[in-house]
């Protein structure tokens, strides 16, 4: 019964300010340091509901980059060069475990941060027993 209120009234909250303010939960975020001669890959799993998130990508001197989320190319080599500071799009995660390839190229010591970000209020539409889960 208490978490039934607190659900309903966290609903109530996002429906009436939810117009002004978007809250948004971080389910990745990690820099990556290519730090090595051969192509810098790396694989990460996140949980997540089944729904849309934005994924950005924030780099600094890399010049060639790949990363898939569920095997599916979110962002690939023809997409970046040395001025490509940041990039954003929107992309549908699956429900549970997800997967990331992050693949960077290019001169040694660029960064990329990764980060997914998924709308708090998807999350809440879809059930407070997904909570539990991130």
Do not use: C, W, Y
């Not at 009234?9 to 990690?30: C, K, N, P, R, Y």
């Not at 990460?44 to 095997?71: H, L, M, Q």
């Amino acid at each position: 019964m208490k978490k039934s209120a607190i659900f309903t009234t966290l609903l109530l909250l996002i429906h009436f300010v939810g117009t002004s303010i978007a809250a948004e939960s971080t389910l990745f975020d990690e820099i990556f340091v290519r730090n090595t001669v051969s192509p810098f890959a790396a694989i990460r799993t996140f949980r997540a509901v089944s729904g849309p998130a934005t994924v950005n990508f924030i780099s600094t001197g890399i010049s060639s980059a790949s990363v898939s989320i569920n095997d599916t190319e979110v962002f690939g080599p023809s997409e970046f060069n040395q001025k490509v500071g940041k990039i954003e799009k929107l992309v549908t995660l699956s429900e549970g475990q997800n997967s990331l390839l992050v693949v960077l190229r290019g001169g040694i010591g660029g960064t990329v941060r990764i980060q997914i970000h998924m709308p708090v209020e998807i999350m809440l539409a879809l059930g407070s027993r997904h909570l539990k889960m991130l």
